[in-house]
């Protein structure tokens, strides 16, 4: 290894999108010693209070971006909705922009990610292109089917089951892709890391638990309650299809397990993911300090769990909208093992990520109890109902 | 327990200091939601960019400490060196100040702090009062001897050992008081938290494990290698000794083991301390957490190790002065377990706290092992060699 020296700050770290990733991912750079310049379109942004600088502006703005990657060593995202076209401009004249924007680009186009995954050999449910809104086209992929927008979907959005021609309606008339609507006996999540030596590592297998009823993310469990070989074959195709990327990073990789045994590949993000905010109580290295390991050359940390976890998303209440008040939290710290997230979003609205609790116990049913109780008394509303 | 409902922010919190300890303190306090207010001289200082706001003032200011805790819900602070009697004012009407200055005036004040702890039935080494530079006081006192500044001792500082009447040129010219010298097996520390409600809650306890050539703290190994009697003993010494200056916070109470297997204390510490840094990685609720919890009303966190645990800190190597360079950064990264912390400090000096590192590793010989390690590896330099 070659004895690089480095000097105060460590690099300066430039992060597109200054929401709750760009804020986590922030503070673990701060600890360290790195210089962060976040850009968001809010100067009161989650990250701005965290970070050394901030660049007001929107995502497409190509002169602002231009003007943080000029100013940072290397530069990232926490969102995939920004303008890949500059970024390529400035990415081919040399600058530092990890994971790389033609990574991007790819995983932008969730059909195109498919294609690249498929063709690589990787499990994907079946899938094609729309080529027309005729439901003859729909008939024959056969139903049910999900059609999903190529671009610009966002947790759910962009996202329609149609179970059978009667729900014809429900089409989206937009460039998309059907996929085979999968059987799924669980959904897993795997947070995978690649440096720029090619150094990968993964995290262990996460379980998402659905809530049904309204369709949102209840909670994630890890290690997931899956069979040994379900597990490693999980890592395994993670790992792949990081590596099909060949970029530099970390990635939340979401998985199916279908209910007869196979594990298909769902879809990619190419940043640290809702599913991996456990690591930062639970395992060794956190995702985002692997994130800021992998990107600026650094040796990859380990990825071990140092107990089981219980992740839950705190949403803004059904119902309320404005300043944030939160219920019932000296209760939900007075349970052993949570630690308790929130953002700093100067506004909350139903179903808005307002912060997170990890819940870490060496017996995992009773983490799973401890956060389905912490779920019930902890609360985000805001002083006046609405609707 | 009463159904109070927090706002966004959680609180304001002001700290009086904005180094290392303010810096971690204020990241969690991030974390949570809170907002933070740090007073430091240097607006460079290492809180300043992972705080909301930054009042540059001296800790004697009184106008600039009152407005830092006008503007806090709650105040706490990070050093010892501060103006207590301006913070005894405001906290006399009715401002939130925690520890209370009153507790900080008898910690301040060595004498009269070993004063509080030996009326109250704790074990601590015979003392005196300098009432005399004469040589026949320290003689009827009884050498070998420690000489301690009664005010403004820090990081060794204002202590002198006397071994007989021929060190008699050592001796301090100042008020202080003597104390017997301990023929110290190990020495221990324990971080000892309790809240409004008079809640106490103790960690693992830590040995601080010297290097006796250079006079410095060489590493800090937790859990401490003793019985578990010493360690039953050690922490409900720690925590009797916290009860016993009744306040609110989290404390660093450092303890003697004896050659003859008796605890006493050292000193106490009304803050999150160097011998707690290892909570951030190693146990369930960090130190910080655990301070901000106790001052702001919130049930204490567990205290639970996740894993055995080994601390470092990283000093400015002698004979560099001037803008930090880190060499071995990499190779230190590499080994399993490192997690590495980089305060931000502008310049580095000898023996100067420029960070520091904890490894975590299931078995605490190899955690000491890659602890002497990176000791050996990671240097903090600078461009220029002095002297």
Redo the contacts between chains.
């Keep these: 290894?070659?004895?690089?020296?480095?000097?105060?700050?460590?690099k300066k770290i430039g992060i597109i999108g200054g929401g709750q990733l760009g804020?986590?991912l922030s503070?673990k750079a701060?600890?360290?010693?790195f210089y962060?310049i976040s850009l968001d379109p809010s100067a009161e942004c989650p990250a701005a209070?965290?970070?050394?600088e901030i660049i007001v502006s929107d995502f497409y703005n190509p002169e602002k971006l231009k003007e943080l990657v000029k100013k940072s060593d290397v530069t990232t995202y926490e969102i995939e909705h920004i303008n890949t076209a500059a970024l390529k401009e400035l990415y081919n004249k040399g600058y530092n922009i990890l994971p790389s924007p033609y990574c991007l680009e790819i995983i932008q186009d969730k059909l195109r990610q498919k294609q690249v995954l498929k063709e690589a050999g990787l499990p994907v449910p079946k899938f094609e292109k729309v080529e027309s809104f005729d439901i003859s086209f729909f008939e024959s992929f056969g139903f049910p089917l999900v059609q999903k927008a190529t671009k610009g979907g966002y947790d759910g959005r962009g996202v329609v089951v149609i179970k059978d021609s009667r729900s014809m309606d429900k089409i989206l008339k937009t460039e998309s892709y059907v996929e085979k609507f999968v059987d799924v006996e669980k959904e897993l999540a795997v947070i995978v890391a690649r440096n720029q030596k090619g150094d990968v590592v993964s995290y262990p297998v996460v379980e998402m638990v659905f809530d049904e009823a309204a369709n949102i993310l209840d909670m994630l469990i890890v290690p997931a309650r899956v069979e040994k070989d379900i597990e490693d074959e999980a890592k395994k195709i993670a790992i792949k299809a990081v590596e099909t990327l060949q970029s530099v990073g970390v990635f939340g990789v979401e998985l199916f397990l279908t209910k007869d045994r196979k594990i298909l590949i769902n879809e990619i993000a190419p940043r640290p993911h809702n599913s991996g905010h456990y690591t930062i109580?639970a395992c060794?290295?956190s995702q985002f300090?692997q994130h800021l390991?992998a990107i600026c050359g650094?040796?990859l940390?380990?990825t071990?769990l140092?107990?089981p976890a219980v992740m839950i998303n705190l949403l803004g209440e059904e119902g309320y909208r404005g300043?944030?008040?939160?219920?019932?939290?000296?209760?939900a710290?007075?349970i052993?093992?949570?630690?308790?997230?929130?953002?700093?979003?100067?506004l909350t609205a139903p179903f808005r990520k307002m912060?997170h609790v990890t819940v870490?116990d060496n017996d995992q049913e009773r983490a799973i109890e401890k956060a389905r109780k912490v779920k019930e008394i902890l609360k985000i509303k805001s002083e006046v109902k609405i609707g």
């Design positions: 290894m070659d004895k690089k020296v480095f000097g105060y700050p460590l804020k986590m503070q701060k600890q360290m010693g962060v209070s965290v970070s050394d109580e060794i290295t300090e390991r650094l040796p940390g380990s071990k140092l107990s300043t944030p008040l939160i219920e019932g939290l000296e209760e710290l007075s052993e093992g949570v630690s308790f997230h929130f953002y700093g979003k100067k912060g870490v």
